[in-house]
């Protein structure tokens, strides 16, 4: 239908547009659309119209028919950027996962310290104590050195720090003992030998 439109137009309009046209004895030239029409004595000269002329009208055989050139669409396809990870970030969450594993290892420490601590202060306020109880007194402090040497294998703690709550036990359990009189430190059997031999 719509072909039918074009050459029903094309025709009304047929007379304004010969007056474009020059007739040329050779093929015109490929810059400029060309038509050709036959008659009974063979193939006329052929007919090239002027540049204002926008489509391409051959005759043959006394019909007019409208070619058209093929339209060519050219897809291009861009792969999408990948966004790089943002190094900021990363480092803060890097940061944050690290902070909470450190704490764990940390309030671990803490938590077998305290209980160590109220192990011993309950033992030396105890009138009747034995010595079998240290035992059990002993046994919590192990647990308590583990968990501050692994916080300071993993450096959530500072390794004199560690040195320095282990032996913050030790002097309490010493303490301990001195009071009920479990252990003699060195000093004071040597320093009771020496009152001895003098008042002899």
């Known amino acids: 239908m719509a072909t039918i439109v074009q050459c029903l137009s094309s025709c009304a309009t047929l007379n ?66 990948t966004k790089k990870a943002d190094s900021a970030a990363k480092r803060a969450r890097q940061a944050e996962k690290r902070r909470v594993y450190n704490k764990s290892k940390k309030s671990e420490a803490r938590t077998r310290m305290k209980k160590v601590l109220e192990a011993l202060d309950g033992l ?40 320095r709550r282990k032996s913050r036990l030790a002097r309490r359990k010493k303490a301990v003992e001195i009071h009920h009189g479990w252990y003699v430190p060195a000093t004071a059997t040597a320093q009771a030998a020496e009152a001895a031999t003098m008042a002899a």
């Open 124 to 163: 030396k306020k105890k009138a009747d104590a034995v010595p079998d109880e240290i035992v059990t007194v002993e046994k919590l402090i192990g647990e308590a050195y583990s968990a501050i040497d692994k916080a300071v294998k993993v450096r959530a703690l500072h390794k004199n720090t560690g040195a």
């Open 16 to 81: 304004s547009k010969f007056k474009a046209l020059s007739i040329n004895g050779a093929s015109s030239s490929s810059s400029s659309p060309t038509s050709s029409f036959s008659t009974r004595r063979g193939v006329c000269s052929s007919l090239s119209f002027a540049q204002s002329v926008s489509q391409c009208v051959a005759f043959s055989s006394g019909t007019m028919w409208v070619q058209k050139k093929p339209v060519r669409h050219s897809i291009v396809c861009e792969a999408a950027p």
